[in-house]
């Protein structure tokens, strides 16, 4: 079965810099297209950012814009969320998520995400 695993969180200074990596096994990777999500503690979980399979496509939610890149490696199915720059309210539990359909505004939605991994954390201190 597909497999989705994140890694690369941790604390930072507000200002500061992380790279998420989450690796794909078990599937077609090069097929998905692949996002980002982040909830934090009491919030409904909210899309970040998402990349169409060949990576030719991005989209970011408009409070990252600028200081989060998404990108990609399908021979090492792996996708990357780069985030500079990073603020307070970045905190939040990051989830990488894996779906079968194309990049559009439906795939903004977790719903429409059939693979996940387990999140990792992202504390950005003041």
């Known amino acids: 079965q597909v497999q989705v695993v994140e890694s690369g969180g941790g604390l930072v200074q507000a200002g500061g810099s992380l790279r998420l990596s989450c690796v794909v096994s078990?599937?077609?990777?090069?097929?998905?297209?692949m996002g980002w999500f982040r909830q934090a503690p009491g919030k409904e979980r909210d899309f970040v950012a998402h990349?169409?399979?060949?990576?030719?496509?991005?989209y970011y939610t408009d409070s990252v814009k600028g200081r989060f890149t998404i990108s990609r490696d399908n021979a090492k199915n792996t996708v990357y969320l780069q985030m500079n720059s990073l603020k307070p309210e970045d905190t939040a539990v990051y989830f990488c998520?894996?779906?079968?359909?194309?990049?559009?505004?439906?795939?903004?939605?977790?719903?429409?995400?059939?693979?996940w991994g387990q999140g990792t954390q992202v504390t950005v201190s003041s």
């Open positions: 990349i169409s399979w060949s990576g030719g496509g991005t």
């Open positions: 998520a894996a779906s079968s359909g194309l990049l559009s505004i439906a795939l903004r939605s977790p719903s429409k995400y059939g693979y």
């Open positions: 078990g599937g077609t990777f090069h097929t998905y297209t």
